[in-house]
């Protein structure tokens, strides 16, 4: 099992930018795929981008694609979202997940998942 911490989240002025970490503990994180989702107020969880575990291959929704990054850094057990061009839309709450199936993580949202981080964009 992987514990998984999200952090970077506050509010920002539309067309600003944040970076989103995520901190892995427990089990190997360079072992895990890992992707990032939100869920805004009323709405359904929606995915946003994943990483195959060494880092070699992305997925983004397109929803966010070309303004959001997804990356990660195995020696520290970290991965981050970049958020650029932010729109008052994107405001939700941002989770991280981990698992050992990418397509699964993608597909059902299986996995690991941290707790959290708001991320609030002002017009």
């Not at 989103?20 to 009323?42: K, N």
């Not at 729109?87 to 690991?112: F, M, R």
């Not at 707790?115 to 002002?122: L, M, N």
Request: include cysteine.
């Amino acid at each position: 099992q992987v514990q998984l911490v999200e952090s970077g989240g506050g509010l920002v002025q539309a067309g600003g930018s944040l970076r989103l970490s995520c901190a892995a503990s427990g089990r190997t994180f360079s072992s895990l795929a890992m992707g990032w989702f939100r869920q805004a107020p009323g709405k359904e969880r929606e995915f946003l981008a994943a990483i195959i575990r060494g880092g070699g291959s992305t997925r983004y929704a397109d929803s966010v694609k070309g303004r959001f990054t997804i990356s990660r850094d195995n020696t520290r057990n970290i991965g981050y979202l970049q958020m650029n061009s932010l729109k008052p839309e994107d405001t939700a709450v941002y989770y991280c997940a981990a698992d050992q199936s990418l397509h699964n993580l993608v597909v059902i949202a299986s996995g690991s998942w941290g707790q959290g981080t708001q991320v609030t964009v002002s017009s």
